[in-house]
C-alpha cells in the first residue's frame, strides 16, 4: 500500500542554501546514497504530450494530477527506474519499478505494443497513457542534489543545484547530451518532503527569511524553452 507524503517546495537564495546546509548538518545525516562529497547527480526524462496535458495539469494546480518519468542517477544505465508521481489532494504518491535500457528506447521509439500484457503494473498504466493519451518522452532534465534525512516523521530534506533541460532531446542516454541551464546561478530548489507531522527542530531550522513561497516544478522549469 502507497503511503502519501507532504511535500514542500520552494526557491532560496546560493547564500541561503550555504546557511541551512551547515544548519541540517547538525540535526540530519547524508543520504547513504549520496557520494563523499553528500551530493548526487540526477537525469530523469519526463512524459507529456502534444497538448501539454501535465504541463497545464501542474500549472493550473489540479489536485488529482499524475506524472510519469525515466530516471537514473550519475548518467548510468545499471539501474534505470521507471516512476510515476501522483497528486492526491495535498498529499504525494510515488510507484517505481526497474526496466531496462532496451525497454527504455522501445519507449521513446513509441514501440509500445509489448507493454499492453506487461507483469508489471506501472509499465501497463504507462501503455493505457501512450496509446490514449499519446504520451511520450519530452525532454531530459539533469540537476545535482543534495539529501538529508532525518528519521522522525520520516523526514528528507534535498537541495537541487544547477538544473538544466536538453529541451526537446530526449536521448538521455547519449553522454554529450546538449543541455541547457534553466535558472539564475544563485538559485537552489529547496524540497522537504515527510509522512505525518515535520518535527518541530526540522521546522525551526527552516526558517527561511529569503523564500520565494512557490511550488518549483523541475519538469516545468524545463519547459520554459519549449
Known amino acids: 500500500m ?27 545525516r547524508h543520504d547513504p546514497h549520496a557520494g563523499s562529497n553528500g551530493k548526487y547527480m540526477i ?49 504525494t504518491f510515488k510507484s517505481k519499478c526497474q526496466i531496462t535500457k532496451r525497454e527504455f528506447e522501445k519507449i521513446r521509439k513509441s514501440e509500445i ?26 525532454t531530459v532534465v539533469d540537476y545535482i542534489r543534495e539529501p538529508y534525512v532525518y528519521p522522525y516523521g520520516n523526514v528528507r530534506v534535498t537541495f537541487d543545484l544547477k538544473i538544466q533541460t536538453s529541451m526537446q532531446n530526449t536521448n538521455m542516454f547519449a553522454s554529450n547530451l546538449p543541455m541547457v541551464d534553466v535558472l539564475e546561478a544563485d538559485i537552489v530548489i529547496l524540497e522537504v518532503k515527510y509522512d505525518n507531522y515535520l518535527p518541530d527542530v526540522i521546522k ?23
Open 2 to 28: 502507497l503511503v502519501g507524503r507532504q511535500e514542500l517546495k520552494h526557491a532560496i537564495s546560493l547564500a541561503e542554501y550555504q546557511v541551512l546546509r551547515k544548519k541540517l548538518a547538525h540535526f540530519m
Open 43 to 91: 537525469r530523469s526524462t519526463y512524459f507529456d504530450n502534444f497538448a501539454n496535458k501535465v504541463l497545464q495539469e501542474k500549472k493550473e494546480g489540479y489536485l488529482n494530477r499524475d506524472k510519469y518519468r525515466v530516471r537514473i542517477y550519475g548518467k548510468c544505465d545499471e539501474v534505470i527506474n521507471l516512476e510515476r508521481k501522483s497528486k492526491r489532494n495535498n498529499l
Open 113 to 138: 505494443a509489448w507493454m499492453e500484457e506487461d507483469n508489471r503494473s506501472l509499465i501497463r498504466d504507462l501503455f493505457f497513457e501512450m496509446q490514449y493519451y499519446q504520451l511520450k518522452p519530452r
Open 204 to 226: 525551526h531550522l527552516l526558517q527561511l527569511s529569503d523564500t520565494r513561497q512557490e511550488a518549483y516544478s523541475k519538469y516545468q522549469l524545463s519547459r520554459m524553452y519549449g
